[in-house]
């Protein structure tokens, strides 16, 4: 009777192993799912975070389908690598794939004793193959055919790859949490660090992370993170990675992070959605050019940009520097509770020759303001005046010609009439003194003076999208642009006048270095104005700066470099504007509250020499203070021939003499503007009544 139970047993089990050899070549010929040959796993290829640089080389940003950089075995440190094997998988070197001691440890253990503390028996091969492909199915029956797959797929690993091989690609797969995958992008967010600078306790909390990933993470958990790494360490004392006092020593350690995450507070994250943009353009055209095609968020391509960090820095700090007095200023004025009503604000610098993007700051938070204040059109205000100026300079009129400052009554027009900013009025001013000193009713005779059609042909010739309307507040500039176009056009001021365009990649090169794109800077500029016309404007906007409303850049912020600039102030201090530049940089800030009905009331907070010109005045602070730099963004402004030397040689204003005033008797007094033809009209009072009112 005993022998013939003991033969049944016998069969049964010959049987079930039978069954069970069937079943794994089944799953080995693929008959519940492909299987992958050794080709394929040769050929695997992690899904890589594309890299994005400044021009210096610094890490701006990433690209990513899956936050991951891969990184070489020979920049993970051993500690780690011991780490990893003495908490994962002690018996790595000498199993091939799948480890039979600690599978049928999990099958006593964990599956018939039900003790979930004996640990996984998956090896990091088989935990490799798990990452590779991942499991599409995890019911009752289906984890019987994945575990079997993933242990077929771990000794064909380890038939084609080298035990330091396959620790890299785990290393470069597994998931550490918060959408991070590989050691590299999980060491510069929990320590901003490259994996190669990681010390011993700081490897041991990564490798706890891979236990359980919410619940070991060391942001939000970080007692379970600080446990779970000391269970580590002395993983690693067990099999003799470590002695037990340096042990012992460790596990005393207070658990320190340098928490950085690049996705939320990066240096440059508008720039960074500009960046990805061009990217994604270059290689379709490359696509299109030559059939070769590349994934910009899989690829782990190395996009070199033109943003200078430094620089960029330097404007994120004018913004946390000047903004949050001036928000308080605005909150007291209405009452507000903080954040009620925000004030916006974009700054944006590019070099005038190539037209590379410099610095790009799009607003005061990616993260709670993604919209890009670049981009964002608003009111020009005075921004508006240097175009109108270099019209009249195409057109033939000098700089010296004189501009009446008398009070204008216009009618016809929603009873508005030009007024100065100090609400002065009287005398003359020199056409050069009048754009110095931002003077509005000199401004508006000049506008009277020029063509209308060839100011609307120069306008679109800069690129700007706002279509113009001939009506007398244009003069003013209620024209609307965004910060990126008047950059554009004040670039013809600084370069020659030529248009440019804002570029934002310098190369885009493979993980391997080869090059795929590289920005020669060689577009053939078109020309827009005149040399003539661009260095009067660059002169008087010098002036502008020196003497004019742009003087506080000396006076109050010291700043003392070569610089043209003007400001704008739109009506009711809706928008402030300042725009300044230099024959090597161009650098335009704009600032108002969210909706143009919230604003300041006065001009000592709200125009544009107190809002915006100190978010450039701070950025160039630190820029002078900065040799290399200085040197970089900044040159000397050409000296200007002798004949245009002597075309701006008149003083900006005089009084009115007795031949002015005779000549006035025969103005007209009235300009009236019909709204029906878009054309101003001038309308005589008799000449008496003109002669005696005088």
Request: glycine share 6%; net charge positive.
């Amino acid at each position: 009777m005993i022998k013939n139970a003991g033969i049944i047993l016998l069969k049964i089990v010959l049987s079930a192993i039978g069954l069970i050899a069937i079943f794994i070549i089944i799953v080995y010929w693929g008959a519940f799912g492909h299987l992958q040959n050794k080709e394929e796993l040769l050929n695997y290829k992690n899904a890589t975070a594309s890299l994005v640089l400044s021009s210096e080389g610094e890490l701006i940003g990433k690209i990513f389908s899956e936050n991951r950089t891969n990184v070489s075995y020979g920049h993970i440190p051993t500690d780690l690598i011991n780490a990893l094997v003495a908490t994962e998988d002690a018996r790595f070197f000498q199993h091939e794939g799948i480890d039979s001691r600690s599978l049928f440890r999990v099958m006593f253990k964990s599956v018939l004793l039900k003790d979930r503390r004996s640990g996984g028996g998956s090896t990091i091969t088989e935990q490799l193959a798990k990452n590779m492909f991942g499991r599409k199915n995890s019911g009752s029956f289906s984890i019987f055919i994945i575990k079997t797959k993933e242990a077929l797929l771990a000794r064909r690993l380890e038939k084609v790859l080298s035990k330091e091989e396959i620790l890299t690609l785990y290393l470069n797969t597994v998931s550490f949490g918060e959408n991070l995958f590989g050691i590299e992008a999980a060491a510069g967010r929990y320590f901003n660090k490259k994996v190669e600078y990681l010390n011993i306790e700081e490897s041991a909390v990564l490798i706890g992370i891979l236990r359980a990933n919410d619940f070991y993470n060391p942001r939000l958990h970080p007692e379970n993170a600080k446990n779970r790494r000391n269970v580590v360490l002395r993983q690693m004392e067990k099999y003799n990675y470590i002695e037990k006092n340096k042990a012992d020593s460790l596990c005393k350690l207070p658990l320190l992070l340098n928490y950085k995450n690049n996705e939320i507070e990066g240096p440059a994250d508008y720039f960074l959605f500009q960046v990805k943009n061009a990217a994604q353009q270059i290689l379709h055209n490359i696509q299109s050019e030559t059939g070769e095609k590349w994934n910009i968020e899989e690829d782990g391509l190395l996009i070199t940009t033109t943003l200078n960090l430094i620089l960029q820095n330097y404007a994120t700090r004018s913004f946390h520097d000047h903004l949050p007095p001036m928000q308080k200023r605005l909150d007291e004025q209405y009452r507000m509770k903080e954040n009620e009503e925000l004030l916006q604000a974009g700054l944006l610098a590019i070099d005038p020759e190539t037209g590379a993007v410099k610095a790009w700051v799009g607003g005061i938070d990616f993260k709670t303001q993604p919209y890009d204040q670049i981009l964002a059109r608003r009111q020009l205000a005075s921004t508006f005046k240097p175009i109108l100026y270099a019209e009249a300079f195409e057109e033939g009129i000098e700089p010296c010609q004189y501009l009446d400052n008398d009070s204008i009554n216009l009618t016809g027009f929603e009873d508005w009439s030009p007024e100065n900013f100090d609400h002065s009025f009287g005398g003359r001013y020199s056409i050069a003194g009048a754009l110095a000193q931002s003077m509005n009713i000199p401004t508006f005779n000049l506008f009277l003076k020029v063509d209308f059609a060839k100011l609307d042909s120069l306008w679109r010739k800069l690129g700007f999208s706002f279509t113009l309307i001939n009506n007398p507040s244009l003069a003013l500039g209620t024209a609307e642009a965004s910060i990126r176009e008047v950059a554009v056009a004040y670039s013809t001021f600084a370069n020659g006048g030529y248009k440019i365009t804002p570029q934002t990649i310098e190369s885009i090169k493979t993980p391997e270095g080869k090059v795929i794109w590289l920005n020669e800077f060689n577009e053939i500029k078109t020309r827009v104005l005149t040399q003539r016309t661009s260095l009067l404007i660059s002169a008087i906007l010098q002036k502008a700066i020196k003497e004019g409303t742009g003087s506080s850049m000396q006076t109050i912020f010291n700043v003392t470099l070569p610089l043209a600039g003007k400001t704008g102030t739109s009506q009711n201090y809706s928008d402030a504007w300042f725009a300044a530049f230099n024959p090597k940089l161009v650098i335009v800030s704009r600032v108002g509250a969210s909706s143009p009905a919230v604003h300041f009331n006065n001009g000592a907070n709200g125009s544009g020499s107190a809002l915006a010109l100190p978010l450039v005045a701070l950025t160039l602070k630190q820029v002078q203070l900065n040799p290399d730099l200085r040197s970089d963004l900044f040159t000397d402004f050409p000296e200007l021939p002798p004949e245009l030397a002597a075309v701006l040689d008149c003083p900006d204003y005089k009084e009115k003499n007795v031949f002015d005033k005779f000549k006035d008797l025969f103005k007209k007094d009235k300009i009236s503007f019909d709204k029906e033809v878009n054309k101003t009209k001038q309308k005589k009072k008799p000449f008496f009544k003109r002669l005696f009112r005088r």
